[in-house]
């Protein structure tokens, strides 16, 4: 019997990632694990390692594979202690994002025992990305994902979550958002390619509205991860 088996979620910025993995994680018995929100709570410390990551998160560059890999064992680490066999794996957000991380991800992965049960991959049109982006505003305290015309929270302003006061994320400036995008073609798109060859990518149309994308994800997730003998399935 595998141990956990785990899903990854592929596509480029503001192609609804983060919402839908928060979504739909819980009615998988999936754990969201978003690197983009460890580093966001790593960099609120004030200590070298938050400085080293805001260096290169600020700009819209990639933190060096090397670190980012040690950040998500920690987090795969301490979900196992805390979650015992309440969760089946991980919905992996924004992990791997070259083939460094791929490669690296298939060899830790397999020293666990675990698999990648499925790889879905977010589909929308670049126009309608520029748009997500730039009304995207964010809760700095739970990490719930908000528009200001697409989902707006019932009070401006507002988590509708935790009530904490919502934010621009400090990279979703024109220069950084047009840099992260570059570097999702170049270097993240090709993985597409290496987890086709393995028959794990679902296509999914990510260019309809959130409801609507949510419930094809479910079936697709669903009907994939019962064919797949994990821990507490
Ligand atoms: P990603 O994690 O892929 O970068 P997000 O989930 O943060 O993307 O979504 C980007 C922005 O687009 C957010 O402001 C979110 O509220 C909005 N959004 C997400 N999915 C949709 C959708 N299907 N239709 C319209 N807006 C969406
Ligand atoms: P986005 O997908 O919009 O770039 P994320 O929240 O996923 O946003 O990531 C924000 C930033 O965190 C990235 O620009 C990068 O600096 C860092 N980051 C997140 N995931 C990784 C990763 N797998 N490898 C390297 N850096 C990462
Ligand atoms: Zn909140």
Redesign the pocket.
């Known amino acids: 019997m595998a141990g956990r088996c785990h899903v990854i ?1 592929i ?11 928060a979504r739909v994680a819980p009615l998988l018995r999936l754990v969201h694990v ?1 690197t ?1 929100d460890l580093f966001r709570q790593l960099m609120t410390r004030d200590d070298e390692l938050a400085r080293e990551v805001r260096s290169y998160y600020d700009r819209g560059a990639l933190v060096p594979d090397e670190l980012t890999l040690r950040v998500l064992l920690a987090r795969l680490d301490e979900l196992e202690r805390e979650q015992g066999d309440q969760y089946r794996g991980a919905l992996l ?2 992990y791997p994002r070259n083939l460094a991380q791929a490669e690296a991800l298939d060899r830790v992965l397999t020293e666990r025992g675990d698999v990648i049960a499925a790889v879905v991959h ?1 589909v929308v049109p670049r126009e ?1 990305l520029i748009e ?2 730039s ?4 809760c700095p305290t739970c990490g719930a ?4 015309r ?2 707006p929270p019932r009070v401006a302003g507002i988590c509708d979550h935790c009530g904490g006061a919502l934010m621009q994320r400090s990279d979703d400036t024109p220069e950084a958002i047009a840099r992260r995008l570059e570097t999702y073609e170049q270097q993240t798109a090709p993985l597409l390619d290496y987890y086709r060859a393995r028959d794990l990518v679902i296509d999914i149309d ?5 409801d ?2 949510t419930r094809d994800l479910l079936v697709a997730l669903e009907s994939r991860l019962a064919h797949n003998p994990c821990r507490s399935s």
């Open positions: 979620v596509g480029p910025q503001g192609s609804g990632k983060g919402t839908q993995a978003a983009g957000d924004g977010l309608v997500r982006l009304g995207r505003l964010i994902t908000y528009h200001v697409f989902s990510g260019n309809r509205p959130i609507v994308v």
